[in-house]
């Protein structure tokens, strides 16, 4: 990372880093159940009247959350199904996700991809290794990484990037594993409006709990069904279909 392009790489890292505490500072108190169950008839009130904005925003915050890596990312998707009736809560963080991680994507890309990459196969082997694995199936580890939940949003994203993931495998993959998780933590968030009033200002939400109430919902169930069978196909295709190389390597022989 020499010269110019390296010097403008580091300033975009300092500034995302910059914004993304800034915002943390200032606005995370707004994620508290004290301050949700303050507001919550106001805010309720405000989307109501503003039926064509209120989406609008939301889609923003959660998209620059995202987009900046920064904190708050699970509690806003909670807050859309607190603030938005189903399906509409689904789709509205639907599009926070996708957008939010393309640009996640990009700017792991732009600022850490090149770099890390060469360091790491500089000094590992199996980073190496790693590296060539995912590539053979960057789509398939995609799906399976979102569509479980097991790591973090922003995780996903920057080892995308720093792997070196194809920017359309990762768009179509996020697009169809993104689905399951917007339904579960929206539906949480619903939930969670059910409590909202019952908690107190310093009890914390177990948001596992919330994930497994979501997940009694016959609507989610039938949701995250269907949306199986149809990934199982279609990664049952994909490894059926011969790839580039491979047919490439056919016509030399």
Same mark, same amino acid.
């Given at each position: 990372m020499a010269g110019g392009g390296g010097a403008l790489r580091a300033f975009a890292g300092l500034a995302m880093i910059g914004v993304?505490?800034?915002?943390?500072?200032?606005?995370?108190?707004?994620?508290?159940?004290?301050?949700?169950?303050?507001?919550?008839? !106001?805010?309720? !009130?405000?989307?109501a009247a503003n039926p064509r904005l209120a989406p609008l925003c939301y889609i923003g915050v959660l998209t620059a959350v995202i987009g900046i890596t920064c904190p708050g990312a699970t509690m806003l998707s909670f807050i859309g199904g607190i603030l938005f009736e189903q399906p509409y809560a689904s789709g509205y963080a639907y599009c926070g996700y996708i957008v939010g991680a393309t640009i996640s994507f990009f700017v792991t890309t732009f600022i850490l991809g090149d770099y890390m990459r060469k360091r790491l196969a500089e000094k590992s082997t199996l980073y190496t290794k790693f590296e060539a694995n995912v590539k053979r199936n960057a789509f398939g580890y995609l799906v399976a990484a979102r569509y479980t939940m097991v790591f973090?949003?922003?995780?996903?994203?920057?080892?995308?990037?720093?792997?070196?993931?194809?920017?359309?495998?990762?768009? !179509?993959?996020?697009?169809?594993?993104?689905?399951?998780?917007?339904?579960?933590?929206?539906? !949480?968030?619903?939930?969670?409006a059910n409590l909202l009033h019952k908690l107190g200002d310093e009890d914390k939400v177990d948001n596992s709990q919330l994930i497994w109430m979501a997940l009694d919902d016959p609507n989610v169930r039938i949701c995250i069904g269907g949306m199986s069978c149809a990934l199982l196909v279609l990664l049952t295709v994909r490894q059926l279909t011969p790839r580039d190389e491979e047919v490439a390597e056919k016509k030399d022989t």
């Open positions: 993304s505490v800034v915002l943390y500072v200032n606005f995370h108190h707004l994620l508290t159940i004290k301050s949700l169950r303050a507001n919550h008839s !106001a805010i309720l !009130a405000t989307v973090p949003f922003f995780f996903v994203n920057a080892a995308a990037a720093l792997v070196g993931v194809h920017w359309k495998t990762f768009i !179509a993959a996020t697009t169809i594993s993104c689905i399951p998780g917007s339904v579960i933590y929206t539906t !949480a968030g619903g939930a969670l």
